[in-house]
């Protein structure tokens, strides 16, 4: 069964583990070469921070990624929503589960009114998850990430809470 909870220092070393897979990072447009270290000041930088709100996606006890909501803007009520899942863990719903359940906890705890997102024009399933929840394309940025040897396009989609 998949539940949201807190992330917790003692789940750094899977954490670890995700931020440093070159598939998962791709995706998040980042670099995957984070110390562990860096992974630590993050997590206390973050454990502090009232704009951000991180869940682990606990599957049967097993840490299976990290679904988040990040620079949460309280005056304008919107914030954006991130989520990784380690690769063990692809394929199985988890990430269309946990992405339902960290909106709704933005829209119906924060009382956010827009959550929003980027994500690689490219990368049509995650799109397709996206749109099912009823977020929707805004507009896109032009050759906004380098990955792979490659510019890629990002899609801004976003959904309001009415």
Known sequence: MMKLRVLEKEDLPELYEIFNQKSSMDYWFEEPMMSYRNLEDFYEKQDKDLATRLFV???????????G?????????H??????????????GLAQRAFEACSNYGFKTLNLHR????????????????????????????????????????????????
């Open 79 to 92: 914030a954006e929503i991130e989520i990784v899942l380690s690769d063990e863990f692809s394929g199985q």
């Open 57 to 67: 996606i606990d599957q049967d006890g097993e840490f299976a990624g990290l679904v």
């Open 115 to 162: 959550i929003y997102l980027y994500v690689d024009a490219e990368n049509k399933p995650a799109i397709h998850i996206y749109e099912k929840y009823g977020f929707e394309i805004e507009g896109t940025l032009k050759e906004q990430y380098y990955v792979n040897g490659d510019y890629h396009n990002a899609y801004l989609m976003a959904k309001l809470e009415k």
């Open 69 to 77: 909501l990040i620079d949460i803007d309280y005056r304008h009520r």
